[in-house]
Structure formats: C-alpha cells, structure tokens
C-alpha cells in the first residue's frame, strides 16, 4: 500500500511539528516571566528588527506572490462572472463558504511558507521561537494582499470586459 501526500499537507505538517516543538520553551518562558510576547512592546521591537535581518526579503516575496495569485484568481471570478472578492465575501451569505475554500486553495502552500520562514527567521535573528507571531504574521503577509488584489483585478477585469464587449466588431 503506497500513501502519499500532497505538498500542502507536507508543508501544513512540518509547520505543526516546529510550532509543537517549540511550544515547551514557549510554556515555559510565558510562566517564568508572564509576559505572552504577543501584541508587546517587544513583539513590535522584534518586527522591526526582522524587517531589518536576514529574513527581510521575504516580505518583499510573499506578499508579491500573493498579489500575482490575488490577480490570477480575480481575472478567472470576472470570467466566470462573479462578484469581487471582498464584496462577495461580506455580501453573499451562501457563497462565503466557497469563496473562502477557493482562496484557501490558492494561498494554503504559500501560507504554510510563510509560517516557516517566520519561524526560521525568529530562530535566526531573535535566536527564539515565538509560535503564536508566526501564525499570525505569516499569514497576514499572505491573505490581505491576495484578498485586495483579488478583489481589484475583478473589478478591473470586468470593467475592461465591458469596455471591449462596447466596441462593435467589425
């Protein structure tokens, strides 16, 4: 019997393994100096310096990847006619569930990238691990560019549609 798994599932599960690693030292640091790092001055101090450190490129990358695949993904809903995504998201109650899957399905392995890198470059500039940042942070280098680019080429996509679908063809 051959199993196999997809690079998603691989990424989403060495993602877990270094967050579970990490999660004693973590346990222990909060209790010993009952400080959750989360949303502290040293938490914003900590972004500063990886803006700054080895891993700074990547949040030039990631965010630009997610804008090419927002505008990949925003180009093929004004095709298939729907709605853009922001708008669709808030406004169609009976879709959310699908949009929500379908962005997932775009962004899931550049998400899991983006939780590893944030760990790796905790370990090499802060020389910590701070799992909870990691989960946070990557991810939202990823969603809010995808989720406004895709929502922009739809509305833009469609109005040049509508400007061509204008001119008489000859």
Excluded at 72 to 82: F, Q, T
Excluded at 126 to 132: E, G, K, M, S, T
Excluded at 142 to 170: C, D, E, H, W
């Amino acid at each position: 019997m051959k199993i196999s798994f997809s690079r998603s599932t691989i990424l989403f599960a060495l993602a877990a393994l270094i967050v579970l690693a990490a999660m004693p030292s973590v346990i222990r640091r909060i209790i010993e100096t009952r400080d959750p790092y989360l949303f502290t001055r040293q938490f914003f101090e900590d972004m500063l310096a990886r803006l700054s450190g080895p891993g700074r490129f990547r949040f030039i990358l990631q965010p630009t990847v997610a804008l090419f695949l927002g505008i990949r993904d925003g180009v093929k809903d004004a095709r298939s006619g729907h709605a853009p995504f922001f708008s669709a998201l808030i406004t169609q109650k009976k879709d959310r569930s699908a949009l929500l899957r379908s962005g997932f399905a775009s962004i899931r392995d550049l998400i899991a990238l983006a939780i590893i890198l944030d760990l790796i470059s905790q370990f090499l500039i802060l020389r910590r691990i701070h799992p909870a940042a990691a989960l946070i942070l990557g991810p939202v280098l990823i969603t809010f560019p995808y989720s406004v680019s895709r929502a922009l080429a739809n509305r833009i996509a469609r109005k040049r549609g509508q400007q061509t679908s204008m001119v008489p063809r000859a």
